[in-house]
């Protein structure tokens, strides 16, 4: 395997690189890197989005752009933006495939292949953050994105867990992944800490409570926020793709600005957005004194 | 071995015909265990050439093994799904616990989520440790009649993260095919990591001969997660893997103060029901969600035998005797409780 030496020129005007991992699947990765990448561009900072989940990309869908297509240009693979401002631009293989129900049924070496194409041939130009979504385990995808990124020095990586026991115990082997491929970590979220039930505002504990915070002192690394289940912000996720069903098949990067819906502003009425708020400035400003 | 040793550590395996490589596989590697293995464009210079080329290929020499284990085993469930968290290993634990409450049943459990075993968990095995013997590995036994083997009972220190890749997990996935003592079993039931990658097409290939009797799925209601199940199911297909049904789990939650009833995964696109409709395969129910789950899971309990009035432990039961008709041992009714 040919291993590289310098930063892959793609990273080169990318200033931040966050991992977002998490030992356990369906704790909400792909929805807490959805809402950092919303929330760091409200802060101003241009974001690029990877999702490296080859088997299961969830991002097209979260962001609304499931019947966008990759383009090809002179430097390389484009990646889709989801409004004219380039603000935010996003990068999965679920924008490769022919239909949405198709699945990728690949051994580790062709995802490690297709890692590293993600890696060297996306033309991200240039990003403040460059978020990467991650499938659980410690496995293949895993393995090759720290293994490309050797050179590109990330920051570090957001782990994210939900309270139950069940799934910290997973969450301590990312962590023992992370510190095993030094790889520094940011921090730990709570995702469906709580869900507050709509009729009575009673807080039910599904997933139990406080397993993230007590992950985060026993490893000593920085607990960013508990963030509740708030079933609206799957409808926003969903409203998105009502209000687009009408421009399917509409290939301008701007097909869901012109239906007059635009994520990045109805995020800002969801009232997980001020908790995210907070846990984007903590990111930020560990990041900040990082230099790549 | 004559003597029963503890198997401590995840070292390298016997992976029968996949080779020790000297290198990681390279892009576009054919597949170590391919007609084309060291044979292939790709191959020119990679360092394990000489390796892939002169292994022996055609079938795998351990099938007949594997055959032979499986001879005694009547049934054998996989339960898959695309999307994590959406409660795989749970409906495996309950799966299990059901089966093995008819006291004339045998029954197993294997988890092959090699990077985050949970089940040791939530069946409360967890620090148990799997035992060598002539015969094999012996599986960990929750109950007289219900044993389990999951690589949780292999690591020294629960938190190690096992960084594998796919072939060394195929490895380990054939060991427990070949190597586990499960005996005469009516049940087999085996949790499987989220994805279609090497796990999922490892297990379909050396069990296939063996006669599956298919495979269950579990989603969530909503589309984010509906969309991965429908690549599952996709997956079900070009294998040739029969699916069971489907079964929606959290959808919908009682609220333990007011009884109000409200959806935390909203199904915008129809829920589990309509992907089954629309992928014409039988739909199995829908399980609410229940806090208490999550508290029954981490401490090892069985929930269903803690809480059999909750409407949870209902639709549950009576997805498992759905299932059971389907695969053509229905639970006799004078054991009805």
């Known amino acids: 395997m040919a291993t590289a030496n310098d930063i892959p ?62 383009h090809q240009s002179s430097q390389g693979w484009v990646p889709v933006y989801t409004d004219s401002s380039k603000r935010l631009c996003v990068m999965s293989i679920g924008f490769l495939l022919k239909d949405r129900g198709d699945s990728v049924v690949w051994r580790g070496p062709k995802k490690s292949a297709m890692i590293r194409q993600f890696v060297r041939d996306v033309v991200w130009g ?104 708030d079933p609206r912000f799957v409808l926003l996720i969903e409203e998105q793709h009502a209000t687009a069903a009408s421009t399917v098949g509409e290939q301008k990067p701007d097909a869901i600005d012109g239906t007059g819906f635009s994520l990045i502003e109805k995020y800002k009425e969801c009232k997980l957005c001020p908790i995210f708020a907070r846990i984007t400035e903590q990111v930020v400003a560990l990041t900040k004194d990082k230099a790549r | 071995m004559a003597t029963a040793t503890t198997v401590t550590s995840a070292k390298p395996y016997n992976t029968g015909t996949i080779p020790t490589l000297a290198a990681p596989e390279p892009e576009h590697c054919p597949g170590t265990d391919s007609e084309q293995a060291g044979k292939a464009d790709a191959c020119e210079g990679c360092p394990n050439q000489l390796i892939c080329a002169s292994t022996p290929k055609g079938p795998d020499v351990d099938l007949p093994a594997i055959h032979r284990r499986m001879e005694g085993v009547r049934h054998k469930i996989l339960v898959l799904s695309g999307k994590g968290g959406v409660g795989k290993s749970t409906f495996t634990s309950m799966l299990g616990w059901a089966f093995a409450q008819d006291t004339d049943k045998e029954v197993g459990v294997m988890d092959l989520d090699i990077c985050g075993p949970s089940l040791p968990t939530m069946m409360g095995a967890k620090g148990e440790q799997i035992h060598m013997s002539n015969s094999g590995w012996s599986p960990v036994y929750v109950a007289d009649n219900l044993g389990m083997m999951s690589i949780g009972f292999m690591l020294p220190n629960e938190d190690d993260a096992i960084i594998w890749r796919g072939a060394k997990k195929s490895g380990l996935i054939k060991q427990f095919l070949k190597d586990v003592d499960w005996g005469s079993l009516d049940f087999l039931v085996v949790d ?76 915008t696109t129809g829920g589990g029901k309509a992907l089954a409709a629309d992928m014409k395969i039988p739909f199995l129910g829908s399980v609410p969600l229940d806090p208490r789950i999550g508290q029954s899971c981490d401490t090892g309990n069985s929930f269903l035998d803690e809480y059999p009035d909750s409407p949870t432990s209902k639709a549950v039961i009576k997805i498992i005797r759905q299932l059971r008709e389907f695969i053509g041992d229905p639970v006799e009714d004078d054991e009805d409780e």
Do not use: W
Request: aromatic share 6%; net charge negative; charged share 20%.
């Open chain 2, 192 to 267: 499987t990591p989220p994805g279609t990658s090497d796990e999922h097409l490892s297990v379909n290939q050396y069990l296939k001969d063996t006669g599956v009797d298919g495979a269950v799925l579990v989603t969530t209601p909503q589309e984010v997660a509906l969309l991965d199940v429908r690549k599952e199911i996709d997956f079900c297909r070009k294998a040739g893997i029969k699916v069971l049904g489907l079964v929606e789990n959290m959808s919908g939650f009682v609220c333990p103060n007011c009884s109000g009833e409200s959806f935390i995964f909203a199904p």
């Open chain 1, 126 to 229: 240039e990003l403040d953050y460059l978020l990467i979504d991650t499938p659980p385990g410690t496995s293949d995808e895993h393995i090759s994105i720290a293994e490309q990124l050797r050179d590109a020095h990330p920051d570090g990586a957001v782990l994210v867990t939900t309270p139950q026991a069940v799934a910290t115990a997973d969450v301590r082997k990312e962590l023992s992944f992370c510190r095993k491929v030094g790889l520094d970590i940011l921090g730990v979220v709570e995702n469906m800490s709580g869900f507050i039930c709509p009729h009575c505002a009673e807080c039910s504990h599904i997933f139990s409570k406080g397993g993230g915070e007590d992950l985060a002192k026993q490893y000593d690394v920085p607990f960013l926020g508990a963030v509740p289940i």
């Open chain 1, 9 to 70: 020129p793609s990273l080169s005007k990318v200033r931040h690189i966050v991992l977002v991992l998490s030992g356990k699947g369906g704790v909400g990765k792909s929805s807490i890197t959805t809402q950092l990448a919303l929330s760091l561009v409200q802060l101003g900072y241009s974001v690029g989005v990877l999702d490296i989940d080859l088997t299961g990309p969830s991002l097209p869908r979260m962001f609304g752009l499931e019947s966008k297509k990759i």
